[in-house]
Each structure stands twice: as structure tokens, then as C-alpha cells.
């Protein structure tokens, strides 16, 4: 269900205060100045778990978060924003960019910053858990620009500004299958784009290249840590350190992606029809006991008994 607030029917004594406690409970705390006479905003959401689809239409104003706001809400969640109209300067990390009409910047909420809307500006804001994030793209590449003159960006950006202005209309049944598709296009779009990034590293880069590929083939069996370091242009040894720090190596990462994707696929009620044994070979595995064991060992449940819950009335 879509959720708006708006301040321009309330007397500008009003709006400002108004506008950061709204604000704050749809994003994070943050402090906020702007004058009164010149702010008006316009604020939708609309819950897509485990996304948050905003859009935020606000004159002139200045947006800080501290390491003090970040201690009191625990917020840690990444925000990706999609610029549709008007400019803003955009600073974390001791670094600064211009957001303009076309960028899509990732931004991290567990991280001070500083956002100075130099106009009035629209802006599609998709609110991301950071798991969900860091299983795609790496942390140390969270804070990125991208511009839509990149097919993928573009796509992704025309793909998240027509599901949030329609998500209120779309059945129960599909809403997550379209999450899924949102963040694997976000993924896609920082994996293929040249973009500009805040704290970025060549390890960063490299270990993107290598989730990208990872997930490029997935559903093929014959994928061995060794195409998937091949096809991101490093070698095996280095593959496997880039995922150490997740407590992964290349294979087990391997695992780990397909496993997740069997489980989408089992708790998604479209796809209820779907032999078990089709989802697992659909992801990769080619021999369905061993399958059943890994999902047992990873999720402490069978196959079966998942999709069993998940398709229960009341059922998560």
C-alpha cells in the first residue's frame, strides 16, 4: 500500500518540522535545515520486501547524518538514489559528487554524510538491506555513481521508477519475484558500469567482476572457480582471498549463490508447479541427493519442508 505525505497544505511554521519527522522515519535521523517559506515536499512509499520504494520530491535543503544519528537508529541499510529532476551535491567518505538528472548513486546510511539540494528535485529512493547488498557488490564499492547513458544503468533506472510509481497495484503473489529482479539489475548495473566511485579499491572492482561472473553462470554445472576467476580476469588464488573476508572461497561462494536461488525459487508461489529436482538442476546441481543434503546443512531444513512453510497459509 502506497503511503504519502505531503507539506504543502500546512502553514510553514509547520512544514519543516513536519517534514524531518516523516522523513526520518522513512529514511534514517539525520539533521535538516531549509527555509520555511521556500520547502515544500511531496513523499510516497510503498513497502516491496524486503525493498522500500520511495519517491521524494523536495525544494532547496541540506541534509546531514552523523556518526551521533547513526548510534541512535542503528540504520545501516543501503539507499540507492535515482535522480529524475534537479541537482544536489552528495558528500561521505571525504569525498564529494554532483548528482544530476541520470545519476544513480549508491549510498551507505551506516556512514556519515552530507546532502545539499541545490534546487528543487525529484528522486526515485530504493532502501536495501545491507546483506542483500554485500551478497552482489562488495562494501568498499558501496558508495557509487552511475550514469543512465549506460544501457545497463539506464535499464535498471527505467525498470525501478516504473515498479515504484506501480507496486501498489501488483498481486501479493509476484512481489517477490519483482524485489529479486530489482536487486540483481541494481547488481548488474555497478557490475557492467564505468562508474565513479566513493572509497572504491582495485579489490573492490576485481571482487564485483567476480560475484558479476558468478552469477552470469549459475545455473550452469560445469562452472568451476577456475572459468569463474578466468572471466574476471584473475587468478584462482586471488579469487579465493577476495572472498575470504565474507568467509567464502570460490567454490563455496558458488554454492552458496545456487543454494539461495533454489530457495527463492522454492518459496516463490509461482513457481509452486516446479519439481523440486527441476529447481535444483535449473541452479546448477546435477545430482538431486546431494542437493537435498546442502540445502539441509545451509538452512537446517529439507528442500521439501521450505517450500512446505513458505507456501503455508500465513507461511513466511
Known sequence: MTIAFSTEALPQRDRIPYWVDVASKAYFDHGFSAKPANFVGHLSTDQLDPLLLSRCDCGPCEVTRTRRDIAHDGIDDLILCIRLAGRSTFSQADREVVVEPGTLLLQDAGRPMKVDFLEQTASIFVTIPRRLVLARIDNAAATRTL???LPTAAVAAEFLATLTSRVHAVEPAVRGRLAGHALDLIALAFATGEGASIGSTPRSTALLRLKSAIEARLSDPSLKP?????????????????????NFSVERYILHRRLERCRRALEDPLQAHRMIGEIAFGWGFSDLSHFTRRFRSAFGMTPSDCRRRALAPGGS
Open 226 to 246: 577456475a572459468d569463474a576467476a578466468d572471466a574476471a580476469g584473475i587468478s584462482v588464488r586471488y579469487a579465493n582471498d577476495l572472498l575470504s573476508r565474507e
Open 147 to 149: 550514469s543512465t547513458s
